[in-house]
């Protein structure tokens, strides 16, 4: 199945990073590789819970 736009647009994937612990959120770039619910790293706001992709989305540019 193919779908038809008038325009071709251009959109820029993102990932959003979120601590286990203190729900502390952050946008970023996304990367190769990056899948949702995977481990990150550590928190570095509360030095607890880990760092885990919460989402993983894009926005249009214009």
């Given at each position: 199945?193919?779908?038809?736009?008038?325009?071709?647009?251009?959109?820029d994937?993102?990932?959003?990073?979120?601590?286990?612990?203190?729900?502390?959120?952050?946008?970023?770039?996304?990367?190769?590789?990056?899948?949702?619910?995977?481990?990150?790293?550590?928190?570095?706001?509360?030095?607890?819970?880990?760092?885990?992709?919460?989402?993983?989305?894009?926005?249009?540019?214009?």
């Open positions: 199945m193919t779908f038809l736009r008038k325009k071709q647009e251009v959109i994937p993102y990932a959003i990073e979120q601590c286990s612990s203190c729900n502390a959120t952050k946008k970023r770039k996304f990367a190769d590789g990056d899948y949702v619910f995977k481990i990150t790293g550590k928190c570095t706001s509360c030095n607890n819970g880990q760092i885990m992709i919460s989402k993983i989305y894009g926005e249009s540019v214009k």
